[in-house]
């Protein structure tokens, strides 16, 4: 079955960089999926922060987090990452990654279309201080 297995989380200061990284185990080669990290803080709902489209590697992020974020893939290793640079307080939250495997719709990945993320990870937590 479907894994998706996250690391790389931690606590930094404000200003600090962090790099996720989400691997994907038990499904065959597809040319068209979406990758996604969302993230969640306590009381808060689960919000999208950046997909990538594999087939041409687009990439989408959330308005919060232009600029400061980058979402890599390393398709041969079906390894997504979240590069997190001048982290501040607001971005700590639990960050999961997510799969949309089934959709092949470059569309519902450039618009964060919650339902089509039927796979998801545990979760990495990141806590940045002020």
């Known amino acids: 079955h479907v894994q998706l297995v996250e690391s790389g989380g931690g606590s930094v200061q404000a200003g600090g960089s962090l790099r996720l990284s989400c691997g994907g185990f038990?499904?065959?080669?597809?040319?068209?999926?979406?990758m996604a990290w969302f993230r969640q803080a306590p009381g808060k709902e689960r919000e999208a922060v950046a997909t990538?489209?594999?087939?041409?590697?687009?990439?989408y992020y959330a308005d919060s987090v232009k600029g400061r974020f980058t979402i890599p893939q390393d398709n041969a290793e079906n390894t997504v990452f979240l590069q997190l640079n001048n982290l501040a307080p607001e971005d700590t939250a639990m960050y999961y990654c997510?799969?949309?495997?089934?959709?092949?719709?470059?569309?519902?990945?450039?618009?964060?279309?919650?339902?089509?993320?039927?796979?998801w990870g545990q979760g990495t937590q990141v806590t940045v201080s002020s």
């Open positions: 990538i489209y594999s087939a041409g590697g687009n990439t």
């Open positions: 038990g499904y065959t080669y597809r040319n068209r999926y979406c």
């Open positions: 997510a799969a949309d495997l089934d959709s092949g719709s470059k569309r519902l990945c450039s618009i964060f279309f919650l339902p089509g993320f039927t796979y």
